[in-house]
């Protein structure tokens, strides 16, 4: 079946580091991939996507890597800050039939920052 | 503007009672959709309302499990008779027609003892 999943359930990082999460996924036939950001007692939050037909986006501090030749997304946070503690999410987008609109979500990864 | 706001925000039950649980999505947002998260875990797919078309329902768990959306925009989730394996975050998202993108809410936490 569909799933999404990624490799590391937590990460802890110094202030500063660089932290990169990773998530391996199994339908090739999604649109888009997304990563959403969750702080505890909220709900999740859109970081970044990317679409299937390209292999590197950039934001602001963000950047997503999506490698289609393995099925893997990574999400890269640049000189992390203790503001960027949460658990991250990667989620791909159903693509169409009764899949559309839908997110199939990964299991999360934990990113504690230390100051 | 307002994001999506879900009632209760907690919400503690007796095994084998029913539970509602509401949704306000953003206004004018055709679009609406429940999740379920379990403790530790990512969010599952539930239930789908698009516009006035008929409600994707393929990820409801069991039969004990509906939801409503009325007028097109407040939609309820009931859980009927609920079991301790219910007792999870449920959270509601809303998006425009069209729009890929899904805004949630702060989510319900169910405790059922």
């Known amino acids: 079946g569909e799933s999404v999943g990624l490799h590391l359930p937590t990460l802890s990082v110094q202030e500063g580091d660089n932290s990169i999460i990773n998530c391996a996924y199994s339908n090739s036939a999604s649109d888009y991939f997304i990563w959403y950001k969750q702080e505890s007692g909220k709900g999740p939050q859109f970081i970044i996507d990317?679409?299937?037909?390209?292999d590197k986006r950039q934001g602001q501090r963000v950047t997503v890597l999506l490698n289609k030749t393995v099925k893997h997304l990574s999400l890269q946070i640049a000189a992390t800050q203790p503001g960027d503690s949460a658990v991250y999410f990667c989620?791909?987008?159903?693509?169409?039939?009764?899949?559309?609109?839908?997110?199939?979500f990964g299991q999360g990864t934990i990113l504690t920052v230390h100051p | 503007g307002a994001g999506v706001s879900q009632s209760p925000s907690n919400k503690v039950t007796e095994k084998g009672k029913d539970v509602e649980l509401r949704c306000d999505p953003i206004?004018?947002?055709?679009?609406l959709y429940w999740y379920r998260q379990s403790l530790g875990q990512g969010l599952e797919f539930l239930i789908y309302?698009?516009?006035?078309?008929?409600?994707?329902k393929s990820g409801l768990p069991s039969d004990r499990f509906s939801a409503e959306r009325t007028g097109g925009s407040v939609s309820t989730l009931t859980i009927q008779r609920t079991q301790q394996e219910d007792s999870a975050v449920y959270l509601c998202?809303?998006?425009?027609?069209?729009?890929?993108?899904?805004?949630f809410g702060p989510g319900t936490r169910l405790t059922v003892t």
């Open positions: 990317i679409r299937s037909n390209m």
């Open positions: 989620a791909e987008l159903g693509a169409g039939g009764t899949s559309y609109g839908k997110l199939t």
């Open positions: 309302f698009q516009g006035n078309s008929a409600p994707d």
């Open positions: 998202a809303s998006g425009q027609a069209g729009h890929w993108e899904q805004y």
């Open positions: 206004s004018g947002h055709t679009a």
